[in-house]
């Protein structure tokens, strides 16, 4: 399977915080997209990394990827009350994403 | 910007009974999508859908399920004979897909489909 897997499975901070959280997968992709789904509710796409990609930004959100490694994280600067989420990555094989159990985090007021 | 959108939000039916889970894609993409993620599990592919036909499919999607697109903007979803494991939230996703370049999958806010 080329799931990806998220590593911690939650994760607590404190407002201002970083979170960090990991992904690791099994197979080659074409990219690896990571997506935030808040309680109950959709799939919002946060960024999507090629496989020929290392390191990318949006706003206060990094991404890198380590294809020699399988792996990627997603670095949250600075978290807010609502970063308060479930997080998933995805790897894309072929248009279809294999999704990870996510990464739940809670941001502290 | 554009959306993905799905109607209903929630459906509930009976087992047995025919549902028809509908999404409008956003309006310049080609490549179509239904995910489904039962409660509490991951989110698992089910099809994806080009050029008026299905491109792939997964082993979830058996001869219980159909999509279509009946017109130039609906991609539907259809569970002929529902059963109580089918009780989950069905996204869509849609995504440009030009030539090789990979493109981002937008997905919709879900239908949360309850089989009773």
């Known amino acids: 399977s080329q799931q990806g897997e998220e590593d911690p499975q939650a994760l607590s901070i404190q407002e201002g915080e970083n979170a960090t959280m990991n992904c690791s997968y099994k197979?080659?992709?074409?990219?690896l997209q990571w997506y935030r789904q808040n309680s109950g509710r959709g799939l919002v796409h946060l960024i999507l990394i090629r496989s020929n990609e290392r390191e990318k930004h949006s706003g206060r959100l990094r991404v890198t990827l380590d294809t020699s490694k399988k792996s990627s994280s997603l670095l949250i600067t600075a978290s807010r009350a609502a970063d308060t989420a479930s997080y998933f990555c995805?790897?894309?094989?072929?248009?279809?994403?294999?999704f990870g159990a996510g990464t739940t985090v809670t941001v502290r007021a | 910007e554009p959306e993905v959108t799905q109607t209903p939000s929630h459906q509930v039916t009976q087992m047995g009974q025919e549902v028809i889970l509908r999404c409008v894609p956003i309006?310049?993409?080609?490549?179509f999508y239904w995910y489904r993620q039962i409660l509490g599990q991951k989110v698992e592919f089910l099809v994806s859908?080009?050029?008026?036909?299905?491109?792939?499919k997964s082993e979830i999607f058996d001869d219980q399920f159909s999509v279509e697109r009946p017109d130039g903007s609906n991609f539907t979803l259809k569970i002929r004979s529902t059963k109580l494991e089918d009780s989950a939230m069905y996204f869509c996703a849609s995504s440009a897909a030009s030539g090789l370049i990979q493109e981002t999958q937008y997905f919709g806010p879900g239908t949360r489909l309850l089989v009773l």
């Open positions: 197979t080659s992709i074409n990219n």
């Open positions: 995805a790897t894309d094989v072929d248009y279809k994403l294999s």
């Open positions: 309006s310049n993409h080609l490549y």
């Open positions: 859908f080009y050029n008026n036909e299905i491109s792939e």
